[in-house]
């Protein structure tokens, strides 16, 4: 069964630039799993973020952008704020209307 | 504006049932899917299925077959997560996410989350 990956955890200064990544542990992401971001603070439901790649949802701040970086996608935020402390979640298309969750960086502003 | 507002936090024992709703309003309801998401507690995000708001049909994620039923009713554009035969380990928040078409797709918008809590 093929597994979503995530890096667990990242770092990243206030001012700073961060790229989190989203895999796949057999092959590689590419626009046809049409790659989605999710944002989520303790206690809060989660929050769209990007979908299909690169498409900022309604309300978010063009801090946040996405793409496909080599073979993963790519959640990549400028200008980090310590709002910005969540967790973060990608979700694949995997094909016949499935889709999978990766398992979610905690990032740190710091 | 949009909203999908879910129904309150329940107890259970085992073996149990529980039917979770999630009433969306703000826009047409069968111009999208609904999406339902597990997450137990302290862990991750899991995609549990979504339902055709068209048609009714649904699609279950492996792991969630048999014992989850999604269903609908459009006339009070409701979508409803039911569980029978309660275990221990699905204890978790469930949420209900509004799909960004009417085919199975990304979410855009959230409910605010069931707890659903099973315990003798």
């Known amino acids: 069964q093929t597994v979503v990956t995530q890096e667990p955890s990242f770092s990243v200064p206030p001012g700073g630039t961060v790229t989190l990544t989203c895999g796949l542990s057999?092959?590689?992401?590419?626009?046809?799993?049409?790659p989605a971001w999710y944002q989520q603070t303790p206690g809060q439901a989660p929050r769209t973020l990007i979908y299909?790649?690169?498409i900022r949802s309604s309300g978010v701040p063009d801090r946040f952008s996405g793409s496909i970086l080599g073979n993963k996608a790519a959640l990549n935020i400028t200008g980090a704020q310590t709002d910005d402390e969540s967790d973060y979640y990608c979700?694949?298309?995997?094909?016949?209307?499935?889709?999978?969750f990766g398992g979610g960086t905690k990032l740190t502003v710091v | 504006q949009v909203q999908l507002v879910q129904s309150g936090s329940e107890l259970k024992k085992p073996g149990a049932s529980v039917k979770v709703s999630c009433k969306a309003s703000?826009?047409?309801?069968?111009?999208?899917?609904m999406t339902w998401v597990r997450q137990a507690p302290g862990q991750g995000l899991e995609w549990m299925g979504w339902?055709?708001?068209?048609?009714?049909?649904?699609t279950y994620a492996q792991g969630f077959t048999g014992r989850f039923v999604f269903s609908l009713d459009t006339s009070v554009t409701t979508a409803y997560l039911q569980i029978s035969s309660l275990k221990a380990e699905d204890t978790a928040v469930y949420y209900c996410?509004?799909?960004?078409?009417?085919?199975?797709?990304?979410?855009?918008?959230w409910g605010q989350g069931t707890l659903v809590t099973v315990s003798s």
């Open positions: 996410a509004r799909g960004t078409s009417r085919f199975s797709g990304p979410v855009d918008f």
């Open positions: 703000g826009y047409t309801f069968t111009s999208h899917t």
């Open positions: 339902i055709n708001t068209n048609t009714g049909n649904p």
């Open positions: 057999s092959g590689s992401v590419s626009t046809n799993n049409y």
């Open positions: 299909s790649t690169n």
């Open positions: 979700a694949l298309n995997m094909g016949s209307g499935i889709w999978v």
